[in-house]
Each structure stands twice: as C-alpha cells, then as structure tokens.
C-alpha cells in the first residue's frame, strides 16, 4: 500500500502539486447514469453522400463510438446501450418487438464493446449492418417500449436516465397515424418515468422538420421560453460528436448554496466545475492467481497490547519547536471551521484590478437555482447584466463545502454567446475565479537585465507573426492519459501493439522551421553575439564537468553523527540538503516512506532523539 | 532585553514597559517557531542581578547575562521567557549588552552561513550610558555588518506618527506625552546618532514602539518558501533557443505539516500501528498476502492486470524538462476561468546572461505589443507529465518576464449548457436594474481619492490565509495552555474577512432596496414525491381543495413535478383544476402557464376529438383566469403561436372547434394590458389559408369555471 502510493504520488504529483481541495471535488454519487443510443437501421441511413462524406449511420457510429470510449476512461459507471429501429431482423430481450434490434443492452462499456461498435463503421460496417440486421419496417413506439424495458430491467440504481434518438426521417410512420400515437405515447409513458428523450437530427434532403413529429416525442428543453427554437440538423461528425457530447454528461452541481448581498438576501446559486485536471485513475490491486479485485481492510491496533484502538482512542497532533502539541479529532476539524458554506458579498472592483497572475485554482462556475429560492434568476440575471455592462467583477468570499477555510474569489461575468446553429457555446453566469492570499505570493527576485532595441523586438514581432494559429481549448488531447487508455486497450483487447497516438503538444518543428526560414538567423543576429550558443551553460559554470572526468557527481558529503545528532538536538536538520538526510536515513537504518524533505527529517528525529 | 529596575516602572493604570517588551518578545519568538524559519536567535538580558557573560572581566560588562545562546528557537525557549524571566533590581549600560550581543553573533556565527545579522534592543533607555567608544562601536557594526532594531516604550521622533507609512500608525502612545528623563533623551539622541551613521536615510524607521511593534506581530507569520530556480531553454523551432529560468511566483501553498495519529493515553505516535490487509470479496473475506497481489486498471467494465513493469515501460515518454512554443495566439483566444493547475511561473532570463536577457525582453516586447501570448509545452522534467500552458507577457517598472499559466487539455473540459437567462420571466425591470446600479456604487471597493488616484480598500492579496492564522493560534494556545479549550477567532482576522466598515455602512440602504425591488423566496423542498393520487386524492377527480389551497409554494412544486412527467396519468381534469386554485392563490405565473400548455399540446398530439375537447377546455380554464388577474400577454401569446402551428400540426380539425367555441385572444377590452383590440380578436379566429368567413362571436366569458368542470 505504501509503496504503491508512494510510487504513484511520485509520479502524479507533479513538483509536489498536491490535489488536496481541487475545486473539481468528490460529487455525490447516488446512482449510475444511464443512456440508451437509438438509431434508426431504415435504408435511408446508409445512403452516402455524394461528396465522400459518411453516411448517416457511419457518422453515428463514430459518435457512438467516441461516447462509449470517453465513458471508458471518464465515468466507466455509467450504463450504455445501443438500439437499432427499422431493422428486419429483431432481437431484444423477450423477443417481443418486431424491427427492433438491441445491439447491446445497458451496461458498463467495456472493450468489445468498442471492437463491436467498430465492426459496424464504414463500408464494411455498413454490409455486415445489413446483413445482421437489415432495413424493414418502422415503429418508434415498438423500439421506445423496448428501450422503457432496458431500463426497467436494471436492477441498479439509475440517478440519470437519457435517450438519444439518432435519425434522417422526420417522418418516420410516413403518415400512419395509430402508429404515429402509439409512438407519442410510448414516449410520453418514457418521460414519465424521468427519461430525458432527445433527438440527433441528421441531414435530409429537403431539411428535417422536428414539428412534423419528433417535437411531440423529445423532452421539452429545460429552457421553457423556446420552445419553438430547433436546432438545425447535423450535417458535420464534428457539430455531432460536441452536440452528442453536450448532451451526453449530466450537468452535475458541485453543490448548492446561498450568494449572500446582505441580511435576507440570499440568492441561491450552483456550483458547477467547467475545467478540472483528467487524471489516470487510480490503479486496482488483484490477487495474482484469479486476477479477481481484493478489498483492503485497515486495522489501527496498539503497538504494545496488540488491541484494536476506536477512533476515541486516538489523538491527533503536530510538532513545532520541539514540542509535540496534541488535539482531539473533533478539534483538528473544528479549527478549520470557519462558517457555513456560502458565499457572501463583500464589494465590487472594476476588471482591471484582477490579476491576470492572480490564479491558484481552475475557476468554478456559478448559476442560479431558481428551485432553491424563487427569484434568485432574476437578480442573478440584474447583477450579472450591471456588472457585464460595467465591466466589474464582485469579490466575494466563499466557503465551499463544511470545515473548508474560507477564500475571496472574483465573480466574473460572462454573457451567453450562441453559434450560428443556436448551439450555446457559453452559457450565461459568472466565472468564480479563486484568488491568493499573502501566503500563496512568493517574493522573487527579478534578475536586472537590459532590455531589447525596438529593432530586435520588431525581428521577434515578424517571428511571432508567422507563427500563429488560432488556439482553442479542446485542441489539445492530454498524450499521457491517451497513451495510458490505449495500453489498457491494448491489453483488454488483445492487440499486438497499442495503437499509436499523435502528441498534439509536441512543437511542429519542422513545419516550424520552414514558416520561419531566414528569420531565425536574422533575430540571433541581432540579439547574439558570434560565439554565443545558448545550448551551453555559461563558461564559468562548465569547468567542473569539463575537467573533472565526465560523470562524476559532485562528492558525497557524509555528516558525522556527532553532527547530525547536534542538528537533531537544535532542531536544524532543515538545514541539511535531501541528498544528505537520505544519507543518514540509510546510516541509521532509518526506514522512510516518503521523499519529501519534512518526511525525512521527522522520520530522523523520531529515530534519534528516542 | 533590558531587564532593570526602571523597566517595571509606570504610569497607574499602564503596563510596565518590562511587561511590553517582554510580549513582543514572546510575540516574536512565537511567529519563529510556527513559520519554522531557519532562522537562529540568542537571548541577552541586561540589567541582571547576577552577571554571566563571556567578557566580564575586572568589573566590566557587569550585570549582564547571556541567557541562551544562538540557536533556533522553539517552545523550551517560550517557557523560559514566559517563566524565567522577571524584572531585576540592577541597571547596566545598553551600549555594553550592544558589545555583549556583537561578540556572541561573532563568536557563534562562525563556519556557519547567513544571510542577515541583527541585533534587536529593547530598553526604556533609562541607565546613563557612556558614549566613550560610540564610534568605535559604531565601525565595529559597519565591518560586521550588523544590523540594529531598537524597541523603546516611546515612539523616537515627533514626525514618526504624521508621516509617509500608513499602516504603522495606531493607538496612542502612553508615555509618549509625557517628558521623557535626562537620561532618556540623552539616550535618544544616541540612538539617532547610531542608526542615522549606520544607514544614513532610513535608519530611523529601526525604531520602533513596543506598541506598534505588538500591532504588527499579532499575526502569524506567513508561509514563506525560498523560490527554487528551474533552469531551461525556450525553444522556437529547432534552431533558436533563449536561456531562461523560471520560479513560481503564485502557488496555492499549503501547510507543510500534517497531522499524526497517536495514542490518547500516552500521546506517543509509536504506540499506533496501522495495518492494511487485503481480502477476497467472498463470503470468508480470504485474505490475501501481499506478495500474491498485482495491480491492474479498469477499462471500462474490464479489469486489465498491467504490472508497474509493465506499466513504466509502456507509458508515455518524453524527453525532459522542456518549454518549447507550439505557436502564438491572441490573448483574446485564452479565456481566464479555463486556466488550470495551481500555480504561475514566472520566466526570466539567467540573471548572469544579458544576451538571453536581451532575446527574451524581444519576446515579451513582441508578444505585448502584438497582444498575443505564446502557447507552449511545458515539462517540469522527465518524471513529470508534459503540460500545455500560456506564456503571457509582463513588463513592469523594473523587470520584465513571462508568466506561464497551465491551460487545459480536452480531457479536462466539460461543456454544459445552461437555459439562457434571456427569459421572459427572469428578465429583470429598469427599476430593478436601478437598484442593483446603486447598490454597486455603493459598494465600489476602489475608489479615487482627493488625489485623483485609485485606491483599493481591499486588497485580497495581502490578507494572509485565515486557515493558517487560526491553525497557529490554537497549536500555539494548546501548545502554551495545555487542558483548555480552545480559544475563539482573533478579532482581527475575523474583521479582516468582512466587508470593510465603510462598505458596510453605506450600502445598508441601497441593500434595502434590493431587498424591496427583488422578492426571494427559499422553496422549501418535500422529502418525497408523491404520486398525483395521493396529492390530489384519488384518481377520481375529487379534488382535495384544502390541499391545493394550503401552501402554494408546495402546490407550485408538485405541479411542477408533474409536468415533469414523473406521475403517470393524470386526467386533464385535475390538472384544470390544479391550474385553477393555483391561479386562485398565485398570480398567473409563467411556469404555471407552461405546464398547462404542455399538456395541452399533448393532448393534441393524440388526434382524436375526445382529446381535441378537453384541450379546449384547457384553453378556456387559461384565457379565464387570466381574464380574471388582468394578464393577458401569456395567454395570448400561447394562442398565437398555437394558430401558427395548426397547418403545419394538421390540426385544422381542433381549430374549428375552437372556433366554434369562440375562444380567442383576450383583447383590450377585457384586459386593460393586452395589446389585442377587439377588432383583431376577432379575426384572429379567422384561418389565413382558409379564407373561411367564420362569423367571430362576441368574446363574452364562457362560463364559470365549475360548469368547465362539469363538461369534464
């Protein structure tokens, strides 16, 4: 255990980041997410288009795809499945549909599942599709009932229900009206059980009419006042994979709390993360032989009687100038207590006054609850507009969760902007930037250094100009966790190799070097003098490695015990540098689980001074 | 520390200036010890009794005593200070214990590294001092290059309160009007003469009063870190690099130590032990031993076995520390709330390099006058996983540097949408914009000042963190107090977390306001959704009215569920009905109105004219009570964009229905607000595309709503 997490810290924590109270924060999970995928099989899925673009059903299955491997690494709990509608052939559970094909039913997504997804992509995919299931005839109430039987099947909690209804026909019963009501019921009897129905339109030739039926079917948007606003259909795998992907994870609130103005005026507010760090998760041990999970248990005994010690048996303490000061547990929690959460509005500043460097936390995001207290959406709304208009920002100070100290943040507002597809790219509400205090500023000392000629800085503009692009934030996919999914994959699915994955964060270099030509030379010209190689160390700083024989290491500088028991006695161990306490760990047999500094020098102080 | 006699005199009523220095010693000491510095401190008394020193000799240096020698302090030291240390009965010369205290730092710093010397004095300055060798003193501190601080129980000059730094005014000064004795002004003047040669321009702000002094060593020192330079290349492309190096400048710091478990009867930390067993997840709970035990990693539903071998030899590898640019961008694509990770790095050249300096002052001049920023990759060094961040540009007064901020991968990102706000409901009024326009202006935090010049009330920044103040306060009360409890937050701090008093004071009004113009209302939540029987009472329809009447933000809630579609089946009926007492109750309210139109526009997906006449009903039920609250535009609204919908719905059938009923929009003359006049009411009920000459009936009421009931 130990080790492993050592190992793990070593090499997640980076620089000794420590995640402690990342806003990203633990959710309350009180059930799995589900979501059913039904996609309409009819014929008119498969036709390609013209220009070599894929299919409907291809692109379908790309997002589906996309969607079962993101579950895979972000929230493998979540329960998926995959439907098809207008088939020929039919297989559900019961067989009691006709033209209804479950492809796979809800569960957690898994390897082969992804291998089976991709078997139905492409041209390929299109011909095994019609051979395994073919194109036939069409009832969305068959295929909705179905789908209301996968979810009563479940015997798990589900906290999220959602089904995606991928589809060309607007039209999908051509006109047969008891099938048409058989459908809308279906549908209504499914939003009744708390399914959230939604359609993926895909491009019709003559563009597709949501009003000519499947408006009767969806789930009314959340936004009650436009009703009548639709989106336009897919035509790109892109604007799909982003509308699926919008779609897909539920909006979860990191908590709900009061925005408090004054006395009685509190606006109730959610807490949402927009951006937290992806990280690999954490391993799973098994017993070697079944490769079956083990659970851990940690007992807390006494040393010397060998009994069990309750948690009331235990105290909690911290050592400072040689003193080791002891507090109950209840105390250690009541210290960190400041005041409920909340957050609590303590004035207003013109933008200019945040710091663009002011930044220790990835910010959080703020809406109203309107549930929790009516009205809060339309002060929220008048304070968001004033301060926007204004160009302010309020400084509030926020408590965010029980027994977390408290932190002033900047609550910057930001207006909703739309694409051209009435898709939200960003919604309305205020962005809660965390900002330092006094302890989190560290003094430097900035090195005096003469500053470039307006000729130079003219060279380095013309340089910086050839090289820019327009950045966006999903650009760049993390290569250490993709690489790490795509070894697990690998392995789960027997492959050779790994597929290989594109390191979007490595420099261009050539492509790089090529835009740039002559540039280059041209600014070291004028910046470096001739025999100037920035590659190199300074002169000065070289003749250590240069005459002293290639490797060698500068030597060992061993502390007598005398020594080291004095630093011990004046409690100036800190002084020491980490190579020698490591030293003198392993001289006195010191075992030591971390690697930091205080980690050493406890465990060195609880070894001598006994 | 002067410990004579005259140090326990005083004013009645005033602390003695022995009690004084004596706290901002321990003040002092304990900020020491809690921030952990590596800092070393040695104690001197004058004024002792006895004498213990290492220069007395032939009756010199007399009555002075070295009390402890440099070491760092620690909480031996606090309760020797809290209890050894008492006022004595002799009187020595400050100048000698200034002698005692150069030798002992020059004895006892050597072979040692440091950065700062200083001797602090703290005295009344009471005792005649001789000022024979003043100046060889004064050379002597000059070569060793001490400093020195002096703590007197007066401030030292008349212009110290008025002038320059406001943070260090404060309270009164006792004693301070009073006429200070020969001896002491003589000793001022000496004072003054020793730190003006000594720094010839800002000596005299080393001089300090106790209570000033005591103002500012109330809080805990904050948490300070010795930045540690990471030296790398800035890379463009393949072939030019600039040396640079970077710190962090803004890091969310933590406390370094942690707390361990020990056991409540002997408090020892040995006397815990923790295991950790492992077991299979059968009925026997068979343990495992830990050799048998592999890792593995779960893909999806699948666990994969993936060794740590395994593992390292196939994860992602790269090649180093690097800060290599992808591109430029403008600053306007790098969005502030996306920032990510915990810190900010600044870069700047090698101070010892001014060619790099020289390239790298081009980049950051480039970047901000183009107002673009560089995107780079960034890795710590080989261990540590490659990030992607930002490279802002920073020029200030007497530096220049990058400032590199991590930025977001894909993974790390979620889209959420959010209703818009731009929503009729939500929309607020002039008069509520208004009242948040002033109580914005109230509450400005930064301000111009008679000067012209802006002034921040707040300044968020040098507010050190509350959570360690108070972590340090109570280790230190327990630490000194053992078996007390603890003791309640600084005064300070507490006030340092609120609005400043003047924000507070002036926007008590504009608060009011606020609270007038912007009704809110805490809903308050029922554990449990019933269905609609046991809300409404059975499924027959029979209302149970005390119910609806009883609490309309609970009725409102559970309609609202309802529309929600999380209670099957419930009749047209019921839902008229509940639409009814709410409307009774409550204003007409939009979401009231929308769940009623939803399901009105469900029952007209079910073709049938048994559906068709219950949404009439519906439709009546609606236009009637909003009649009744004067509030047409919901209604009408709805019914215009239902007229709209009828060709393309196929919904003529209903139409004529509606028309037969006459129902149409609420005009002017019912409602006073309705933009409808009676003349376009009418016509309203005539279809476009049929051009039929429907003769519109009068639009009188069409009943009481119990006979709309009954037609049920």
Redesign the interface.
């Known amino acids: 255990m130990a080790e492993w997490n050592a190992y793990y810290r070593n090499e997640d924590d980076e620089e000794e980041q420590e995640e402690g109270e990342q806003s990203g924060g633990e959710y309350k999970v009180t059930g799995r997410d589900s979501l059913v995928f039904l996609v309409d099989a009819s014929k008119e899925m498969f036709i390609k288009e013209e220009d070599g673009k894929p299919s409907n059903f291809d692109m379908t299955m790309q997002v589906v795809r996309s969607v079962y491997t993101s579950k895979i690494t972000s929230s493998y709990r979540d329960l998926v499945a995959l439907v098809f509608y207008g088939t020929e052939q039919s297989k559900n559970p019961r067989n009691s549909f006709k033209h209804v094909y479950v492809y796979h039913d809800l569960d957690e997504p898994g390897a082969k599942r992804v291998q089976e997804v991709d078997e139905l992509r492409g041209s390929k995919g299109a011909q095994l599709a019609a051979k395994t299931m073919g194109s036939g005839e069409t009832s969305l109430g068959d295929a909705l009932w179905c789908c209301a039987n996968l979810y009563s099947d479940i015997k798990l909690r589900l906290s999220h229900k959602r089904l995606m209804i991928f589809t060309c026909r607007d039209d999908p019963h051509e006109g047969d009206s008891v099938k048409d009501r058989q459908g809308r019921t279906k549908a209504s009897d499914l939003r009744d059980t708390g399914v959230i129905i939604n359609l993926m339109h895909l491009m019709k030739p003559g563009g597709f009419d949501v009003s000519l039926y499947f408006r009767d079917i969806i789930t009314p948007p959340e936004d009650e006042s436009d009703l009548g606003l639709q989106l336009e259909p897919c035509a790109k795998l892109e604007d799909l994979q982003n509308r699926v992907r919008a779609k897909e994870k539920k909006k979860r609130v990191l908590n709900r709390l009061n925005l408090c103005l004054g006395e009685g005026i509190n606006v109730a507010v959610g807490v949402y993360s927009t951006a937290v760090p992806a990280r690999k998760p954490p391993p799973i041990k098994l017993y070697r032989e079944t490769n079956e999970p083990v659970r851990s248990k940690t007992r807390v005994f006494h040393t010397q009687t060998g009994s069990l010690l309750l948690p009331s048996e235990l105290k909690k303490a911290q050592v400072y100038g040689k003193k080791q000061i002891v507090m109950e547990t209840d105390e250690v929690d009541s210290i960190k207590k400041f005041e409920d959460p909340g957050m609590f509005l303590i004035g207003f500043k013109p933008m200019e006054k945040l710091k663009l460097h002011h930044h220790v936390r990835p910010a959080v995001f703020l809406y109203p609850e309107e549930d929790d207290v009516k009205g809060s959406s339309c002060l929220f709304s008048a304070l968001l507009k004033r301060c926007s208009e204004r160009n302010m920002f309020a400084l509030c100070r926020f408590t965010a969760r029980r027994n977390y100290s408290p932190r002033f943040v900047a609550l910057v507002p930001q207006e909703e902007e739309s694409d051209e597809g009435k898709g939200q790219i960003t919604p309305a509400g205020f962005n809660v930037i965390y900002l330092p205090f006094a302890d989190d500023i560290r003094t430097l000392d900035a090195p005096q250094l003469p500053c470039a000629s307006q000729e130079q800085v003219d060279k380095m503009k013309q340089i910086v100009t050839k090289l820019r692009f327009k950045y966006r934030s999903d650009a760049f996919e993390n290569p250490a966790i993709q690489q790490h999914f795509r070894n697990l994959e690998a392995l789960a699915l027997d492959m050779v190799a790994p597929e290989d994955i594109e390191d979007l964060i490595m420099p261009k270099v050539d492509q790089i070097d090529t835009r740039l030509g002559p540039l280059v030379q041209e600014f070291k010209d004028l910046v470096y003098p001739a025999n100037y190689n920035p590659e190199t160390k300074p002169a000065a700083k070289r003749k250590t490695a240069d005459n002293g024989g290639g490797a060698e290491k500068k030597p060992k500088v061993e502390l007598p015990e005398d020594e080291l028991r004095a630093h011990v006695q004046n409690s100036t161990l800190g002084k020491l540098t980490v190579p020698v306490l490591k030293d003198a760990c392993k001289k006195f047999g010191v075992r030591t689980t971390g690697t930091k500094k205080q980690e050493l020098i406890d465990a060195l102080i609880a070894q001598l001074s006994s | 520390m002067d410990v004579g006699f005259s140090m326990s005199n005083s004013a009645p009523g005033e602390e003695p200036p022995f009690e004084l220095a004596k706290k901002v010693i321990q003040k002092f000491v304990q900020r020491q ?2 921030a ?1 510095t ?1 800092d ?1 401190m040695a104690l001197v008394l004058f004024g002792t009794d006895s004498t213990k020193n290492p220069l007395e000799q032939d009756g010199q240096y007399q009555n002075i005593t070295v009390h402890r020698n440099l ?8 309760e020797e200070i809290a209890n050894q240390i008492h006022p004595e009965s002799q009187q020595a010369d400050w100048l000698d214990a200034l002698v005692v205290c150069m030798d002992l730092l020059k004895k006892q710093t050597e072979g040692k590294k440091y950065d700062r010397l200083v001797i602090v004095l703290l005295t009344d300055l009471c005792t005649q001092a001789s000022p024979d060798e003043l100046d060889i003193i004064i050379d002597n501190l000059k070569t060793a290059g001490i400093t020195l601080q002096f703590f007197l129980p007066f401030p030292a000059g008349d212009d110290e309160e008025g002038g320059g730094d406001g943070d260090r005014g404060g309270s009164g000064h006792p004693g301070a009007g009073k006429g200070l004795s020969r001896e002491q002004e003589q000793g001022l003047d000496m004072v003054k003469h020793v730190m003006l040669s000594l720094d010839e321009e800002d000596g005299l702000d080393e001089i300090y009063s106790f209570r000033n002094a005591l103002e500012q060593l109330c809080m805990f020192k ?4 010795r ?1 540690t330079a990471w030296p790398c ?1 800035l ?9 640079i ?1 970077g ?8 406390l ?10 002997t ?1 020892k ?13 059968d009925d026997n ?1 068979t343990e ?1 031993q830990k050799e ?15 060794s ?1 071998v395994d ?1 390292d030899q ?3 590898k ?1 090649d180093g520390k690097c800060f ?7 600053q306007s ?12 790095i ?1 870069v ?16 950051i ?3 901000d ?2 107002n ?1 920023v560089a ?1 780079v ?1 960034y890795a ?1 060094d080989r ?6 961040g ?1 490279a ?1 540009p ?1 020029i ?1 007064q ?4 990058l ?1 590199y ?1 991590q ?22 009024t002039e008069a ?2 208004s ?3 002033s ?2 202006d109230s ?4 301000e111009k000042d008679e000067s012209g010049e802006q002034k ?3 300044k ?9 103040q ?2 340090f306060q ?2 230190h009360h ?2 000194v107090n053992p078996g007390t409890p ?1 003791p309640p ?1 600084e005064p300070w701090l507490k006030a340092a ?4 008093e003047v ?1 507070s004071e002036r ?2 009004a504009p ?1 009011e306001e ?2 007038r113009k ?6 308050e ?1 029922k554990k449990q959704l019933k269905t609609s029987a046991q809300i409404f009472g059975k499924d027959t329809g029979e209302p149970d009215a005390k119910k609806a009447k009883g609490d309309e ?1 609970e009725e409102d809630y559970n309609l609202a569920d309802i529309a ?5 089946s419930v009749r047209t009926r019921v839902i008229v009905f509940i639409f009814f007492c709410l409307v009774v109750v409550t204003p007409v309210s ?2 009231v109105c ?1 769940q009623l139109t ?1 399901r009105i ?2 029952l007209l ?3 049938n004219t048994h559906y068709y006449m219950k949404s009439i009903t519906c439709i009546q039920a609606f236009r009637e009570q909003s009649v009744k609250l004067g509030k047409a535009d919901l209604y009408n609204s709805y019914l215009q ?1 239902l007229k709209r ?1 009828i060709p ?2 196929g919904l003529e059938v209903f139409w004529d229905l509606l028309v037969q009923d006459a129902v149409t929009l609420i005009s002017k003359d019912e409602v006073e607000g309705s933009t409808v006049s009676k003349n376009e009411a009418n016509q309203f009920l005539i279809t476009d595309e049929k051009k039929e000459e429907v003769a519109a009936p009068t639009t009188e009421d069409t009943g009481d709503v119990d006979d709309l009931l009954d037609m049920m």
Not at chain 2, 235 to 243: A, D, E, N, P, Q
Not at chain 2, 398 to 401: A, S
């Open positions: 010890v809690f952990e590596k070393e070491m760092i302090p620690d909480f031996e030291l606090l904050r948490i300070e870190r930045p290349q890379t463009i492309g393949s072939s030019l690099s600039i040396r190096v710190y962090k400048a803004v890091m969310d710091e933590r370094k130590k942690t707390w361990i478990t020990v056991d409540a009867q408090n930390r040995d006397d815990v032990k923790r295991e950790t067993v492992y077991c299979l997840d709970e495992v048998d035990i592999i890792q593995g990693f779960r893909y999806g539903s699948d666990i994969v076995p993936f740590k593992q196939m994860k992602y790269h290599a640019v992808l591109g430029f961008t403008k694509n790098i969005h502030r709330h996306q920032f990510i990770g915990n810190q900010v600044k700047f050249a090698p101070k010892d390099d001014e060619h790099a300096g020289v390239a790298l002052s081009a980049l001049r480039a970047l006058e183009l673009m995107i990759r710590y261990r540590c996983n490659p990030q992607v930002a802002f920073c200030k007497h530096y220049e540097c400032m901020i930025l977001p991968f894909m993974e790390d990102l979620s889209h959420f949408t959010f209703p818009s706000l731009e929503n009729k409901k939500f929309v607020p509520q914009l009242a948040v326009d109580l914005i509450m400005m935090l930064v921040d009330m707040l968020v920044h040098h507010i050190p963190n509350p959570a360690f108070r972590h109570c280790l327990r630490a603890l937050m977390l609120e609005r400043p924000i926007c008590q608060l606020v609270k912007f009704p809110l209302t805490a809903v939540k933000e929600e579609g999380s209670v099957t939009f979401p929308q939803h526009e469900q997906s079910n073709k964009s919908s393309n719905r």
